[in-house]
């Protein structure tokens, strides 16, 4: 007998920014619960993690989908609230989606423009982040974000990598923490070795470092875990000569973001403050693996608790792609999602 239940139905607007996809669900989502968002967070995960799945595996998504779930602010001073979603679950904070997020709240209204800017106050589950959009001209406007307080949390560590041996590596917080190395010290080159290789490089130092590493953030416990590697190039962001830096980001279990990772140039630039390789006002562009790049600026850098606390300033464009409304049908076995196994033998029994 056909199923009498109405099928779920969630609007979603799809966006990029350097490359990495951004969905940002617009309507369908349910309200909610929790007085922090990081209390929403984890409601996200526990009662709708099926819209999740949905939004960001196949057959809507696939391995390297992105997605936003707006939501009620909490913070003074934050006219937005979002959470940041992948297919493996909820990241932290994501610049490239913030950035994303700039031009889609003038364009759609919830934050107004006057004489060709705005500025509003973002809340991620990291924090408050303050966003600059500047219509200067282009089809698409540059917009930009002074990150939350960003810091190196592990200096000159050394770790042994199953078929890797020892590497040497640092850890810095962007909004979320990032192992962070040169290619070169694996004997890859980030420019010439395949991106697969630089990949499953990037899994084993983010499972070595994990299983071996405690990681507290000194305000919240849900931020204290690695998100992901970051390897680059040999490039210093205060060498000064004009020449972009590259790097990749792996994170949630070797997915790969297109983009240079706002959160994780956040991070380069927090880790080269603190070895006082760059000031205030520096600048360096970043690309990732698309080719196309956001400019950081270190905005300040100063001493809190013994430790340098570094503030970036992040800039790019986003674009559209799409828009469209998701239909999930009761007796569909894949209306929730599903991921692509390994080997057949890993499908589930039926």
């Excluded at 990495?20 to 209390?39: D, H, K, M, N, S």
Aim: glycine fraction near 12%; include cysteine; hydrophobic fraction near 40%.
């Amino acid at each position: 007998m056909p199923s009498t239940e109405e099928p779920l139905r969630l609007c979603v607007v799809d966006m990029h920014t350097a490359g990495e996809p951004v969905r940002i669900i617009e309507q369908g989502y349910p309200e909610l619960t929790g007085a922090t968002i990081l209390a929403r967070r984890r409601d996200a995960r526990d009662r709708f993690d099926h819209l999740r799945r949905m939004t960001m595996l196949e057959p809507r998504g696939h391995a390297g989908m992105y997605g936003v779930i707006p939501t009620a602010p909490s913070l003074p001073g934050a006219d937005l609230a979002v959470l940041f979603t992948h297919q493996e679950g909820y990241s932290t904070m994501c610049g490239h989606a913030t950035i994303a997020l700039g031009r889609w709240a003038v364009d759609s209204g919830r934050v107004a423009m006057a004489d060709g800017r705005a500025a509003f106050g973002l809340e991620t589950p990291c924090g408050l982040v303050a966003v600059e959009v500047d219509r200067d001209g282009g089809d698409a406007p540059l917009v930009s974000f002074v990150s939350v307080p960003s810091f190196a949390s592990h200096l000159d560590r050394r770790i042994e990598v199953p078929g890797w041996g020892e590497v040497a590596y640092d850890i810095a917080f962007g909004g979320a923490y990032y192992a962070i190395l040169p290619a070169s010290r694996l004997g890859l080159s980030l420019m010439d070795t395949p991106v697969a290789r630089l990949v499953e490089a990037g899994v084993a130092i983010t499972d070595a470092v994990r299983a071996a590493v405690p990681i507290a953030h000194p305000a919240e416990p849900d931020l204290g875990f690695l998100y992901g590697t970051i390897l680059t190039d040999d490039v210093a962001l205060g060498a000064g000569d004009g020449r972009a830096s590259y790097n990749l980001c792996i994170f949630a279990e070797g997915q790969i973001d297109r983009s240079p990772t706002g959160s994780g140039v956040t991070a380069r630039f927090a880790l080269a403050a603190a070895r006082g390789e760059i000031g205030p006002g520096d600048s360096c562009e970043i690309r990732g693996v698309s080719g196309e790049g956001f400019v950081g600026t270190l905005w300040a850098a100063e001493g809190e608790g013994g430790q340098r606390v570094s503030r970036v300033k992040v800039a790019g464009r986003a674009y559209y792609a799409g828009r469209t409304e998701f239909v999930a049908e009761p007796e569909d076995p894949f209306g929730h999602g599903f991921e692509l196994p390994a080997r057949f033998r890993d499908l589930p029994a039926r």
